[in-house]
């Protein structure tokens, strides 16, 4: 009895198990593998390619290669013919000046301007006399300004300590802040900050300061550029302070010592000339997403289109960085992510050729300017090849080469994020691919709007999500490379890639060919919809 009750669950599991696969998807899963995985990834995060920054040659070439290969699968290019949908994209570097008595000081060494502090206009003064106001205080019983008029005038001050000499510590930046906001407010034309960190400045700040600000050039955009940043900010070295204080036959330390033991300020105007500009010059960059369109069977379906995606873009060439090694490959993030498109697009384009071919369309997109704040994918939102209410899902691959501490023991895992956001029938069908099919563990840590890694805003899938349109991020966590020369090709556990990879597969089938669409049934905060 109890024998053949087990062979007769036996027979019922086994006919369910056959009847959850499609053997179809199976078959054309198998491009899917480590094979070719090492075949795109090995080009794509070689040095070669040079870190494939957005609007460097890297990136161009990664654009290339992925064209290329679309072609070759016969997917069709959307974007009036073509596979590339142009950016509008520009990037903006900072030029600055400063001349003390008509002789140039050094930028980077002498003084820097904090790019965000500049308008596309830029700012530009001569003064003939520059007014030292010591600390800049204004509180009880002392004021750096008693009896001095700042309208117009250049002024310069010390950006950390105070009159008995203690260091401003922690709150060294929110008193800076106000200091500033004095010098606004009395309408101060400019203002020279005394910064010992501009003595040696960090590497990390360095590199900020010199590298260019790529971004769209969106109506938002060119506003903020536009507007007016307030009082123009300029840090100076000590050394350019005691330069200036020499007008004066002082020095920084000797005023200082002044003020700390008479407790009185020590302000006064230093006949000098100074002059300064700084200005952001905007050249347009070459930037592009890359699109490759199958087209669906169904007649009735095909004008629904699933959208799979990943970022093709990393961040280059780091010169500041520790070692020979300068190359960000950036392999798990995200070539990894890229190989996985690519090998998506190989087993549905075989599909098709076989007569098996998806019943809705799929836009296979890898984008660019992630790592500058997810801009070819908020561009393709805002400028859709084909329209958003007809878009039924997004599915992202941001990171699925390597594993993360959390899970060193054991690899077969992804993290997904965003699959129940607002949809529950595609938390669902994602999951029962998974379960049918792949078998990885689905960790849901990052799944929430609260996680503080903000995880789910910090990927392409969002300017999906943000219009409504269900999606999954797939993610294997963050490592000790991440964003480092060390994310190489060598360290990628190509098995795992392919089996993530074939978990978007699965998914994207049973979407691509299921009845409906996935309904969206909660709103953006996560509420039911009613």
Not at 33 to 57: M, P
Not at 173 to 191: C, E, F, I, P, Q
Not at 494 to 503: D, G, Q, S, T
């Amino acid at each position: 009895m109890r024998k053949q009750l087990l062979y007769t669950s036996l027979v019922l599991f086994l006919g369910c198990t056959a009847a959850a696969q499609n053997k179809d998807a199976i078959k054309f899963s198998q491009s899917i593998n480590k094979d070719n995985a090492y075949k795109h990834l090995s080009v794509l995060a070689s040095d070669a390619y040079e870190g494939r920054e957005t609007g460097k040659k890297g990136g161009w070439m990664a654009a290339d290669y992925i064209r290329d290969f679309f072609k070759s699968l016969g997917l069709k290019g959307p974007v009036n013919g073509e596979y590339f949908q142009p950016i509008d994209m520009a990037s903006y570097t900072l030029s600055q000046i400063l001349t003390v008595d008509g002789q140039p000081e050094e930028a980077l060494k002498d003084y820097y301007v904090m790019p965000y502090q500049v308008s596309a206009d830029g700012f530009a003064f001569n003064a003939g006399k520059i007014l030292f106001v010591g600390y800049g205080l204004t509180r009880d019983g002392y004021n750096d300004y008693e009896g001095l008029d700042v309208t117009g005038k250049v002024v310069m001050l010390i950006k950390d300590g105070d009159p008995s000499g203690t260091p401003t510590g922690r709150n060294a930046a929110s008193a800076l802040n106000a200091k500033l906001k004095y010098l606004n407010d009395h309408r101060a034309a400019a203002v020279l900050v005394i910064d010992t960190e501009v003595d040696h400045i960090p590497d990390q700040l360095k590199a900020y300061l010199q590298k260019e600000e790529v971004m769209m050039k969106t109506k938002e955009n060119l506003e903020r550029l536009s507007t007016t940043k307030g009082i123009p900010v300029i840090n100076i070295s000590t050394t350019l302070a005691n330069k200036l204080l020499k007008a004066a036959n002082t020095n920084l330390e000797a005023v200082k010592k002044k003020i700390t033991e008479s407790g009185k300020p020590a302000s006064q105007e230093l006949g000098i000339t100074v002059t300064a500009s700084a200005k952001k010059s905007a050249e347009k960059v070459r930037a592009e997403n890359v699109l490759g369109y199958l087209e669906g069977s169904d007649p009735k379906l095909k004008n629904e289109l699933l959208v799979l995606t990943a970022h093709y873009d990393h961040i280059g060439i780091t010169p500041e960085a520790k070692g020979e090694d300068k190359i960000n490959n950036g392999a798990d993030d995200d070539g990894s992510g890229t190989t996985g498109i690519l090998m998506l697009a190989e087993a549905f384009s075989k599909a098709k050729k076989a007569g098996k071919g998806p019943k809705r369309s799929i836009l296979f997109m890898t984008v660019t300017g992630e790592e500058k704040g997810l801009l070819g994918s908020e561009w393709y939102s805002e400028h859709p090849v084909f329209p958003l209410e007809k878009t039924i899902t997004n599915l992202n691959i941001d990171m699925i080469g390597r594993g993360d501490k959390a899970h060193a023991d054991d690899n077969n895992f992804v993290y997904i994020i965003g699959s129940d956001m607002l949809s529950t029938d595609l938390d669902r069908i994602g999951k029962k691919a998974n379960k049918d099919y792949v078998g990885l563990k689905l960790d849901e840590q990052y799944n929430n709007r609260t996680d503080p890694n903000r995880f789910y805003y910090r990927s392409d899938h969002y300017n999906f999500a943000k219009h409504g349109i269900p999606v999954i991020f797939y993610f294997n966590g963050v490592h000790d490379d991440y964003h480092q020369p060390g994310d190489e090709v060598s360290k990628i556990d190509f098995p795992m890639l392919a089996k993530r990879a074939k978990l978007v597969y699965f998914t994207a089938w049973e979407l691509a060919n299921g009845a409906k669409r996935p309904v969206v049934d909660k709103n953006e905060d996560g509420t039911k919809k009613n």
